[in-house]
DNA sequence: GTCGTGTACTTGACTGGTCAACCATATCAG
DNA sequence: CTGATATGGTTGACCAGTCAAGTACACGAC
């Protein structure tokens, strides 16, 4: 491996420990709010109808369905979300958005931005995120789908 | 946030999600190591003498000081690693890489190697790396040090 | 010297996830 | 229709880490 693809490595691993961590405590730390949970709610809350499918919310957290559901438990504990059974197929359970759990993300939301923008966008020029987000895209997708989840 | 930072920050969330499963995964399979387990053998590999201390290898790790613990727990378990009482500080310990450990970091690395570049480097041309390399480097620098750690 | 404070590490309790076994329903072959 | 198999989700057992309290040693003030 040269140097340069060495030094490559070192840095995505910084980011891969870093940033995520950064992200989360920043929530935790102004709203009191897991940033996993965040991510949930942000999902229902562009679904049509703020309601998804265990599998669809497993998928978008990249989280096994059994996490999914650990984390959905919690978020209706909370009065967040509803589980109801699914009218199309009576196996499956949809997941819905409350407006306790709306309120609760649109309260969240410009923080989790705030951090965003501090902990990542704000080091990056236009040219940047242009080449970042095609390199990442494609790491990200020659990896993915049935081998990791 | 843009679209395309709304683009940027979702391809980086799949990355931090999906490499380092992938990667451990990999080194699971193939060699039955996992990926921190290895990475701490690398480290001590690199240091002069095979041997850190305990808090040189949590920052390495991006861990806290009781997770290394218990990850060199385990190494010693295995063999792959002795815990000497520091000689120059007697409340710390010293870390050192066994023959055994060696043997086991050698014969994983080039398993680990290839599937970096499978995983990672084989998406990127030499632009994409530099680039890359410092993007990645600015995010996370201006992140790190008692702010996460 | 010894006393107080600081530092390096370990340990018990916990957290947030995974995996594998399981239950309930769906679907398909005959 | 019925039985066999597949699928969606939940659950118990576990795992790899964190956090906070505790232990042991170091070091500076006196």
Redesign the pocket.
Known sequence: MSPEEKALMQALARVINVVPRALDADLRRDQDL?L?EYFALAYLAETDGHRA???ELAARL?????????????LEQLGFVA?ER?AT??????VVLTDKGLERLRRAWPSHLQSARRRVLDHLDEDEVRILTRALGSIGSNVDDAEVC
Not at 64 to 71: E, V
Not at 89 to 94: E, V
């Open positions: 897991p996993t499918r265990m599998n990249w989280m096994t369905i059994s996490g999914a559901t650990r984390t959905v438990i919690r589980r699914s197929d009576g196996r499956g359970a949809d």
